[in-house]
């Protein structure tokens, strides 16, 4: 069965630091989602890409956060430079983007980051 | 704006009761409705959904969910808890038109019992 795959799995940084996270959607899919979970939340939309292009990123935090997905496939997210309440887990989610109706998002198994 | 609320944080149940996890939810429009499951330190993992049709949504290891316009609420239920269904459930709205944007709620986690 066809997963989404992210790495690294754990990230620990420090403050003021870069980080990148990886993500590669389940093949064939073309809406890719990142999504930023705090400990004891439910997970809240970073940026959402339709193919390489960027259809939301409304909640993304713009003067320390891009992300991209240059050839339509696997994506970046960078954060930089990483702040203590940054710590977080990052998941990424893949859909079909064939039918906007109701269609699943598969997630990825995340990266914990602890920023110290 | 679309959202979605879990009023428990946590909901305890023996092995082999049936289980209720309450979810309730707000949106323009017709909703999208999904559950989520998510074991520790793990990616969420799809449980079920509802897009149109019999307002009784049967998905994954047994779990099944109500839609009820008129409460607006999709609650899941499972009508013999499992040890192993101890995990982190979460609900999550999307609205009909445009790209699809799921909005989570809190979660609630479920501590099922010997």
């Known amino acids: 069965e066809a997963e989404v795959a992210q790495s690294p799995r754990y990230k620990i940084t420090e403050k003021s630091q870069a980080v990148a996270f990886w993500c590669d959607p389940i093949?064939?899919?073309?809406?890719l989602y990142w999504y930023r979970q705090i400990l004891g939340q439910g997970p809240e939309l970073l940026v959402q890409?339709?193919?390489?292009?960027?259809?939301?990123d409304s909640q993304l935090p713009k003067d320390r956060f891009s992300a991209e997905r240059l050839k339509g496939v696997d994506s970046t997210l960078k954060i930089q430079p990483a702040e203590l309440g940054d710590s977080a887990m990052y998941l990424c989610?893949?859909?079909?983007?064939?039918?906007?109706?109701?269609?699943?998002?598969?997630f990825g198994p995340g990266t914990r980051l602890l920023v110290l | 704006a679309q959202s979605v609320a879990q009023p428990e944080d946590q909901v305890n149940v023996a092995e082999g009761n049936p289980l209720t996890v309450k979810c309730t939810y707000s949106?323009?429009?017709?909703?999208?409705l999904f559950w989520y499951v998510q074991y520790p330190n793990r990616g969420l993992q799809f449980l079920l959904k509802?897009?149109?049709?019999?307002?009784l949504v049967k998905g994954s290891y047994g779990f099944e969910a109500e839609f009820n316009k008129s409460q607006t609420s999709f609650h899941l239920k499972k009508p013999s808890a499992l040890v192993s269904d101890s995990a982190l459930y979460f609900c999550?709205?999307?609205?009909?038109?445009?790209?699809?944007?799921?909005?989570f709620g809190t979660g609630t986690r479920l501590l099922v019992s010997p």
């Open positions: 989610a893949s859909a079909r983007g064939e039918d906007r109706r109701g269609e699943t998002q598969y």
């Open positions: 093949s064939g899919h073309a809406t």
């Open positions: 890409f339709q193919d390489e292009s960027v259809v939301d």
């Open positions: 949106v323009s429009g017709n909703p999208y």
């Open positions: 509802y897009i149109t049709g019999d307002n």
């Open positions: 999550a709205v999307s609205r009909n038109t445009g790209f699809q944007k799921l909005v």
